[in-house]
């Protein structure tokens, strides 16, 4: 079956502006959860999303944000980019959220802020 | 909090040599600990799970113990090819919680020279 798709796999903004990232999850995933990686801080957690309820999120700043659709779809959303944004931004979906369920992740958004 | 020390890297093998990759962790209770390994220009994939003090997580050739009495999940492989080459992450998620958080090491960079 296919896999976490991610959209879309590049993009290139300038400070200021704002960006959407989508994630589709694997049918039949009900949590998504989006983490930020870079080459100085590594794979940090930035939220999850289960039934469309936020389970639990990161240390990030407000300007990053997210939502869960009712066919378990999930959007971030970074504002008034910054610089230090730039990163591949991954996205990871699961059966089910909690300590047993096993994430699986899509090759993730790369975005560069100029 | 939560944390995982993985071992400076990069690390440069020749194939065929044995492989260790250093993983300590530090959490409260039992945490599951996981190994996910990232190919050039792709996400992360799972490549070897335990859950519990003991348990011997194995996929592809690579094993990993977890070691309650040292906190540790050291990454093993008794061959490498070169086909290895990746970037490996140690990570753990907490034992409580309703949430699939992964706390993720800085991970370490394998290259394996014919």
């Known amino acids: 079956k296919a896999g976490v798709t991610q959209t879309p796999r590049y993009l290139i903004k300038t400070r200021g502006q704002q960006v959407t990232l989508s994630c589709s999850p694997i049918?039949?995933?009900?949590?998504v959860s989006w983490y930020q990686q870079t080459p100085g801080q590594g794979l940090q957690f930035l939220f999850e999303?289960?039934?469309?309820?936020?389970?639990n999120k990161g240390n990030f700043p407000g300007r990053f944000s997210g939502r869960q659709f009712s066919n378990s779809r999930s959007e971030m959303n970074v504002s008034t980019l910054e610089l230090g944004d730039s990163a591949l931004y991954l996205c990871?979906?699961?059966?089910?959220?909690?300590?047993?369920?096993?994430?699986?992740f899509g090759e993730g958004s790369r975005l560069t802020v100029l | 909090g939560n944390s995982v020390t993985q071992m400076e890297g990069p690390v440069t093998l020749s194939e065929e040599a044995f492989l260790t990759i250093n993983c300590t962790y530090t959490?409260?209770?039992?945490?599951?600990l996981f190994w996910y390994v990232q190919y050039p220009g792709e996400g992360l994939q799972l490549l070897l799970k335990?859950?519990?003090?003991?348990d011997k997580g194995s996929n592809k050739g690579f094993e990993a113990t977890y070691r309650k009495e040292t906190t540790s999940f050291h990454l093993e492989k008794g061959s490498v090819q070169v086909s290895d080459s990746a970037v490996y992450f140690c990570?753990?998620?907490?034992?409580?919680?309703?949430?699939?958080?992964?706390?993720f090491g800085k991970g370490i960079t394998l290259s394996v020279r014919p």
């Open positions: 999303y289960f039934s469309e309820t936020q389970r």
């Open positions: 335990a859950t519990k003090a003991d």
């Open positions: 990871a979906s699961s059966l089910a959220t909690g300590f047993n369920g096993e994430l699986f």
């Open positions: 049918s039949g995933h009900r949590s």
């Open positions: 990570a753990l998620r907490a034992p409580r919680g309703a949430n699939s958080k992964l706390t």
């Open positions: 959490a409260t209770g039992y945490p599951s």
